[in-house]
């Protein structure tokens, strides 16, 4: 079974306009991390943001914020303002046993590509 | 600047030919992990490595070996036995541990076969 799941492989955004990218995820761990991760096409993976299972509220960090709905068990990214340079692939990861000693393993989804329109 | 480096930025391999793909970082992580990108795809785990002399299979071991042998480094050899080598290859490292720290990674590898 899909331990995070992506369910938009493509989006399309008109530039300075918001998007939301969606990630769910299934774990019976209570205790794990969320993070997502920004790809180029250059190749390099970029870390965003970061939301624990045990935080209260939710992520932001500049322009991107994460709308985290542990109940729904899902963690969406939100970008605001979408500019050109955001085009790129993004990835939901996820790490379980956080706060434990734990391996660091992430658990990645399939990713969704934005492609931003000027 | 701290970071990770990966060496080459492309390989090449031969039928029958083993490469080795580099990893260096000095960001002083005890974690460090190998993963593998097939196009349009996401990231799958080969090896990992939490702590110098010793390192664990990861999702897609077969036909790959590592080895870790000083902190800052974790050298990727694939073999003549991974069929399908082509691809794009990631290192990362993390603080580990008790931690909430994510991974950083280095630019990667493409690997193509001749």
């Known amino acids: 079974a899909q331990k995070i799941t992506q369910t938009q492989p493509g989006m399309f955004v008109q530039e300075k306009e918001a998007v939301t990218l969606d990630c769910t995820y299934d774990?019976?761990?209570?205790?794990?991390?969320l993070f997502w991760y920004k790809q180029p096409s250059s190749g390099e993976m970029i870390f965003l943001i970061y939301q624990g299972s045990y935080d209260q509220q939710n992520a932001t960090e500049g322009r991107y914020s994460l709308n985290f709905q542990k109940a729904r068990k899902s963690a969406n990214l939100v970008i605001s303002a979408s500019q050109l340079g955001d085009s790129a692939m993004y990835f939901c990861?996820?790490?379980?046993?956080?706060?434990?000693?734990?391996?660091?393993?992430?658990?990645f989804g399939q990713g969704t590509t934005l492609q931003v329109k000027p | 600047d701290g970071g990770i480096t990966q060496s080459p930025k492309y390989l090449f391999r031969k039928e029958g030919q083993n490469v080795t793909l580099s990893c260096e970082q000095n960001?002083?992580?005890?974690?460090m992990y190998w993963y593998r990108q097939d196009p349009g795809q996401g990231l799958r785990l080969i090896y990992y490595s939490q702590i110098v002399n010793d390192f664990q299979k990861g999702d897609i071991a077969e036909g790959y070996s590592v080895s870790r042998e000083k902190k800052e480094s974790f050298p990727l050899t694939v073999t003549s036995a991974q069929k399908n080598p082509t691809a794009f290859y990631l290192c990362?490292?993390?603080?580990?541990?008790?931690?909430?720290?994510?991974?950083?990674f280095g630019d990667g590898t493409r690997l193509s076969i001749l």
């Open positions: 960001l002083n992580h005890d974690a």
């Open positions: 774990t019976s761990d209570p205790s794990y991390g």
């Open positions: 990362a490292s993390s603080a580990g541990g008790y931690s909430n720290q994510p991974q950083h």
């Open positions: 990861a996820m790490r379980e046993g956080l706060w434990r000693s734990n391996t660091g393993k992430l658990i």
